[in-house]
């Protein structure tokens, strides 16, 4: 079975500085991979997500992410945040033909000024 | 509507007592997904309706969960015998199609407490 693990439960940084959400999965078939992001008292809200293709994933809001097959990664970054970045993101992956989308715990990005 | 939605958005029930949760989808969409997210978890699949089948429940916790889903749209979620350790946000999610490499759009959830 298909797991995700996101290292770090809370990432704490100031605006304008660069930020990366570590994202790590396990699968022995192809995945697709996902990111969404939750803001305080809001429902879940799709970022980005890789299919196939470019490694190289550009989401909403500035964010991108890089498909890593060989180190089995997924990290998504931003160049320079913004106090409105701060909110929980997900990193999720499913099995290439199936419907079960796996979550990571999930990391907290606070973005202070 | 515009999007999923999902009621109550909050409910507190007594130990024991039968809840039910109400998820409507996005008109269109065929496949409708459940999950649970505690406090300090992240998001547990329960889950996934194609149609009004479920060719997925495998995350359902015990049969005290139950869940139904009627002329392939409004999906309803039913705990049994409520227990304090129910507590949790259960997000409803649906999606165009079958596989989930299409996008997955998700309500704001059911807060249940369990007192």
């Known amino acids: 079975a298909q797991s995700v693990t996101q290292l770090d439960s809370q990432v704490p940084v100031f605006e304008e500085a660069p930020v990366e959400l570590r994202c790590n999965y396990s699968?022995?078939?192809?995945?697709?991979l996902f990111w969404y992001v939750q803001y305080p008292n809001q429902g879940l809200q799709l970022l980005l997500k890789?299919?196939?293709?470019?490694?190289l994933v550009k989401g909403i809001n500035g964010f991108e992410a890089e498909f890593n097959k060989s180190q089995t990664s997924f990290h998504l970054r931003k160049p320079s945040v913004h106090i409105s970045d701060t909110a929980e993101y997900f990193c999720a992956v499913v099995k290439a033909g199936f419907q079960k989308l796996v979550f990571g715990t999930g990391t907290r990005l606070l973005v202070s000024p | 509507g515009a999007g999923v939605s999902q009621s109550p958005s909050n409910k507190v029930t007594e130990k024991g007592k039968d809840v039910e949760l109400r998820c409507d989808p996005i008109s269109g969409h065929t496949a409708l997904y459940w999950y649970r997210q505690s406090l300090g978890q992240g998001l547990e699949f329960l889950i996934y309706f194609q149609g009004n089948s479920a060719p997925d429940k495998s995350g359902l916790p015990s049969d005290r969960f139950s869940a139904e889903r009627t002329g392939g749209s409004v999906s309803t979620l039913t705990i049994q015998r409520t227990q304090q350790e129910d507590s949790a946000v259960y997000l409803c999610?649906?999606?165009?199609?079958?596989?989930?490499?299409?996008?997955?759009?998700f309500g704001q959830g059911t807060r249940l407490t369990v007192v």
């Open positions: 890789y299919l196939s293709g470019s490694t």
């Open positions: 999610a649906s999606s165009l199609g079958g596989s989930m490499n299409t996008e997955a759009f």
């Open positions: 699968s022995s078939v192809s995945v697709y």
